[in-house]
């Protein structure tokens, strides 16, 4: 299947019609994906010629970005993607301080993470498989607690 959408995924019609085809990033044919990928490449300015400088200013009024990357990932290849790390043309994982996209802060994530407003954390188990513990216990009181309420139940609710 990976191999039948790495042929595909550039074509003008699978990009205007299939959302996965537009995080789809060929390592090995990066020229391609910034030619023709309608969605990533935009988004995180790496497009010289399409810059956009509220992209930058929007992550830079972040107080935090908290990325979660899961251990078990095999719907975001590679996992690392999840932090902003890439393979290089050779199919090695390139962390996200020796990107680009990093290096010449086209998005303002170097900025944020020179701040100490960058979160990397690590999760135990497949894509966006959340544990509800983790979740009461670590990721609300650490990132929400002035957003939401825990009950005594643990459920959760907005502040107004």
Same mark, same amino acid.
């Given at each position: 299947?990976?191999?039948l959408?790495?042929?595909?995924?550039?074509?003008?019609?699978?990009?205007?019609?299939?959302?996965?085809?537009? $995080?789809?990033?060929?390592?090995?044919n990066?020229?391609?994906?910034?030619?023709?990928?309608?969605?990533?490449?935009?988004?995180?300015?790496?497009?010289?010629?399409?810059?956009?400088?509220?992209?930058?200013d929007?992550?830079?009024?972040?107080?935090?970005? =908290?990325?979660?990357?899961?251990?078990?990932?095999?719907?975001?290849?590679?996992?690392?993607?999840?932090?902003?790390?890439?393979?290089?043309?050779?199919?090695?994982?390139?962390?996200?301080?020796?990107? %680009?996209?990093?290096?010449? %802060?086209?998005?303002?994530?170097?900025?944020?993470?020179?701040?100490?407003? =960058? %979160?990397?954390?690590?999760?135990?188990?497949?894509?966006?498989?959340?544990?509800?513990? $983790?979740? =009461?216990?670590?990721?609300?009181?650490?990132?929400?607690?002035?957003?939401?309420?825990?009950? =005594?139940?643990?459920?959760?609710?907005?502040? %107004?």
């Open positions: 299947m990976r191999n959408f790495k042929s595909g995924a550039y074509l003008s019609w699978i990009q205007n019609r299939v959302v996965q085809a537009q $995080y789809y990033r060929d390592p090995q990066y020229k391609k994906y910034l030619e023709k990928n309608i969605f990533l490449p935009h988004i995180n300015n790496e497009v010289e010629a399409s810059r956009n400088e509220s992209y930058k929007n992550l830079k009024a972040l107080n935090k970005l =908290v990325l979660i990357r899961f251990s078990e990932d095999t719907m975001v290849v590679p996992s690392e993607s999840s932090w902003f790390g890439f393979f290089d043309e050779e199919m090695n994982i390139v962390q996200m301080e020796n990107q %680009d996209l990093y290096l010449q %802060d086209w998005i303002g994530l170097r900025w944020l993470n020179e701040k100490g407003r =960058v %979160d990397r954390l690590l999760q135990d188990g497949k894509h966006m498989q959340i544990d509800e513990d $983790y979740f =009461v216990n670590q990721i609300v009181p650490t990132y929400l607690a002035n957003l939401v309420d825990i009950g =005594v139940d643990k459920s959760l609710t907005l502040q %107004d």
